[in-house]
């Protein structure tokens, strides 16, 4: 069984070939440098720029797995959440070469197929414990069964990477503001004391109250703010909420697997916080997916495309 898999919800082209629960291969032509000089995505721009690049991409993915069009067997794309502008250009490319092969159309769930992304290399034990974590959102999801997600907690504001991204910006980096403070972090000390905001026993995320203590730290400090030191509070206040949260997931829910997807989970710190919980939960399976997987991909809609042939 072969899969066409097409991912545009946002500033990244990409197709992917999936055989088999395979990758094959898995294209992504990214958007950052057009809407850097913005300091942010443009929808309309980005929309755009997919129809460009939508052909060159697909011919790549097609020509890397060694495969023919007239193989496929399945066409999935995500059909949502993500930018209306941008979604409406892979869903009509969808739609044509389904058309054209008399192939059966898989309308997927971008979140769902974040979460898919840890499944790639790595096997799950059920249940699963999820924390997704992007510019767009931060949820805690838990699975019992393939496909059959619940939301635990989500962010009651800005999500982790906006939160990032709008920081970033105030301490005059550019954008995307995720890689930028992590770089800049390492060079630091957090020596600055940030509040942990929804410090709680619930499973809701909030950011606002720590990017506007962000913003009152900056404007107080100025000249005399030390950036670097400044990045690495920060960081390190948004991984402790994180692994928090977490924690409390586990210890209320018991699951088996512990996964750590979306494109914040690219950044390394976090990444090895998620890892070092091996320590105090010993026989708990914990993933995060390496980094081609974590942004925006194909790869993880064609692989929750496979499942939900194989279940539905």
Known sequence: MITLAI????????????????????????QIKLHQQYGGVVPELAARAHSENIAIVLQTAIKKSKILLTDIDFIAYTNTPGLISCLHVGKVIAQTIAAYLEKPLLPCNHLVGHLYAAIIEDKWQFPVLGLL???????????????????????????????????????????????????????????????????DNSLDFSFSGLKSACANIIDKEKNNLQVNNFAS????????????KIEIALKK???????????????????LAVLNLKVKYSNLNIIVPKLEYCTDNAAMIGILASYQIEYK
């Open 253 to 271: 829910y018991n699951p088996k697997t512990l996964v750590l997807v979306g494109g914040v989970s690219a950044n390394q710190q976090l990444r």
């Open 133 to 199: 974590v992007s510019g767009g959102h931060t949820q805690l999801m838990l699975a019992n069964q393939h496909l059959n997600f619940t939301v635990l907690g989500q962010t009651l504001d800005d999500a982790v990477g906006e939160c990032f991204d709008k920081v970033a910006r105030m301490l005059g980096l550019k954008y995307p503001g995720g890689p930028e403070i992590e770089r800049i972090a390492k060079l630091g000390k957090p020596i600055y004391k940030l509040p942990l905001p929804k410090n």
């Open 233 to 244: 509070s920060f960081q390190i206040t948004v991984i402790q909420v994180l692994i928090n």
């Open 7 to 30: 991912e545009t919800s946002c500033d990244e082209t990409s197709v992917a070939i999936i055989k088999d629960k395979k990758v094959l291969s898995n294209i992504i032509a990214s």
